[in-house]
T-cell receptor, first 112, second 109 residues
Framework: DAGVIQSPRHEVTEMGQEVTLRCKPI?????LFWYRQTMMRGLELLIY????????DSGMPEDRFSAKMPNASFSTLKIQPSEPRDSAVYFC??????????FGNGTRLTVT | GQSLEQPSEVTAVEGAIVQINCTYQ??????LSWYQQHDGGAPTFLSY????GLEETGRFSSFLSRSDSYGYLLLQELQMKDSASYFC??????????FGTGTRLLVSP
């Protein structure tokens, strides 16, 4: 099992640019979650999908953030325009009906 | 609101036993999980308590008291590789996991 795959591993961009983070969940997992981790706020849930449908996006900080899941094997998190305060590690995680979350290795985003 | 409190840092020596506490105040509660995260790595699942009591998995055990809104992770026979951050997480319902602030464990020789 390849696990949850995220790309890129690192992203450095300038303020105002569009950033797209990608995630491939574990095959057969029907829940997908996007988390953000910072020193100040810890691990925050941004949005989650069930069977490719967004269920709860109440954690998305503002309209600059959007997420899609066009099929069972792919999801994106987009920030447009990016700001320095968006700098964080973004994790994608997936699971079945079981409560255990399987995390990807994360994308470290730096916005200058 | 949701709040999960953990000590920010714990230190111990190899071979020792350490307990990491977690107190929570959440709008819903369906169980308490524990995750381990090494520096630069991803959180990985350690343990889950859906009911009161102790769950044991090798050197790690986890305890839950729902009446006290309290749980802990117990690590025995500490090894250097156990140096990591440990997070408690509450299943608040609707498939959502809310994570605690994390406890950094430093194991010294």
């Amino acid at each position: 099992d390849a696990g949850v795959i995220q790309s890129p591993r690192h992203e450095v961009t300038e303020m105002g640019q569009e950033v797209t983070l990608r995630c491939k969940p574990i095959s057969g997992h029907d829940y997908l979650f996007w988390y953000r981790q910072t020193m100040m706020r810890g691990l925050e849930l941004l949005i989650y999908f069930n069977n490719n449908v967004p269920i709860d996006d109440s954690g998305m900080p503002e309209d600059r953030f959007s997420a899609k899941m066009p099929n069972a094997s792919f999801s994106t998190l987009k920030i447009q325009p990016s700001e320095p305060r968006d700098s964080a590690v973004y994790f994608c995680a997936s699971r079945t009906a079981d409560i255990t979350l399987h995390f990807g290795n994360g994308t470290r985003l730096t916005v200058t | 609101g949701q709040s999960l409190e953990q000590p920010s840092e714990v230190t111990a020596v190899e071979g020792a036993i350490v307990q990491i506490n977690c107190t929570y105040q959440t709008s819903g509660f369906y169980g308490l999980s524990w995750y381990q995260q090494h520096d630069g790595g991803a959180p990985t699942f350690l343990s889950y308590n859906g009911l009161d009591g102790l769950e044991e998995t090798g050197r790690f055990s986890s305890f839950l008291s729902r009446s006290d809104s309290y749980g802990y992770l117990l690590l025995q026979e500490l090894q250097m590789k156990d140096s990591a951050s440990y997070f408690c997480a509450v299943n608040t319902g609707f498939q959502k996991l809310v994570f605690g602030t994390g406890t950094r464990l430093l194991v010294s020789p």
